[in-house]
Nanobody
Framework: QLQASGGGLVQAGGSLRLSCAAS????????MGWFRRAPGKEREFVST????????SYANSVKGRFTISGDNAKNGVYLQMNILGPEDTAVYYC?????????????????????WGQGTQVTVSS
């Protein structure tokens, strides 16, 4: 139900824009976000947007470089990634929670997301 795209190979300092499109339903409540998994590492939170008030959260490692946005129909999210570095190399996954609105901390935990996309590879060369 979630389809991520936009990954690729980019040089350090470059930019990419990831897209995540939902099909089959509209995620009108809860949140949608991005997580990533680098080789040999655990999955980590990147960014999320809470639909009720468009509150956005970012991992400290991407603050100031990445920007999350959602489309007006609340059936997709985007992740604009600027000033990419080799440390950003990972498979990026978009995800969506179920209905309901919770405090912002709730959405930092990947275990609270029910729907997951297939992932898109981002590789940053130094």
């Amino acid at each position: 139900q979630l389809q991520a795209s936009g990954g690729g190979l980019v040089q350090a300092g470059g930019s990419l824009r990831l897209s995540c499109a939902a099909s089959g339903r509209t995620f009108s409540s809860g949140a949608m976000g991005w997580f990533r998994r680098a080789p040999g590492k655990e999955r980590e939170f990147v960014s999320t947007i809470r639909w009720r008030d468009s509150h956005k959260s970012y991992a400290n490692s991407v603050k100031g470089r990445f920007t999350i946005s959602g489309d007006n129909a609340k059936n997709g999210v985007y992740l604009q990634m600027n000033i990419l570095g080799p440390e950003d190399t990972a498979v990026y996954y978009c995800a969506a929670t179920g209905p309901g609105t919770y405090n912002s901390g709730y959405y930092l935990n990947g275990d609270n997301y029910i729907y997951w996309g297939q992932g898109t590879q981002v590789t940053v060369s130094s």
